[in-house]
């Protein structure tokens, strides 16, 4: 069992940021690849960024590449995301998310599916 635990959500004036959070249990098989999701109301859950811990490997969607960034402190077992330049439509509830997928499997683009543990999601508002 992994468990996550998020933080770091909140509302934000279009063009502010925000570090967003996620605090594994452990480094295990079932958390080499974590990917950040989100999704807003009355949507399906999207795939946003990934990352494969051992070796740092990135990858992000097409439609937050230059403003979101994916990054992890080893020694606190933590995943983070940092989020610049926020637009009214990143409002949203960001979620963590852990899988055993590949290095190739886990930079592609992921599906909740993939995944096998979550966090409970923080919010995300942007106000225009």
């Known amino acids: 069992q992994v468990q996550l635990v998020e933080s770091g959500g909140g509302s934000v004036q279009a063009g502010g940021s925000l570090r967003l959070s996620c605090v594994a249990s452990?480094?295990?098989?079932?958390?080499?690849?974590m990917n950040w999701f989100r999704q807003a109301p009355g949507k399906e859950r999207e795939g946003v960024a990934s990352?494969?811990?051992?070796?740092?490997?990135?990858s992000y969607t097409d439609y937050v590449k230059g403003r979101f960034t994916i990054s992890q402190d080893t020694d606190k077992n933590t995943i983070y995301l940092q989020i610049n330049s926020l637009k009214p439509e990143d409002t949203a509830m960001y979620y963590c998310?852990?899988?055993?997928?590949?290095?190739?499997?886990?930079?592609?683009?992921?599906?909740?599916?993939?995944?096998?543990?979550w966090g409970q999601g923080t919010q995300v508002t942007v106000l225009s």
């Open positions: 990352i494969y811990r051992r070796d740092g490997s990135t």
């Open positions: 998310a852990a899988s055993e997928l590949s290095w190739i499997q886990c930079l592609a683009a992921a599906k909740p599916s993939d995944f096998t543990y």
């Open positions: 452990a480094y295990t098989s079932g958390s080499r690849c």
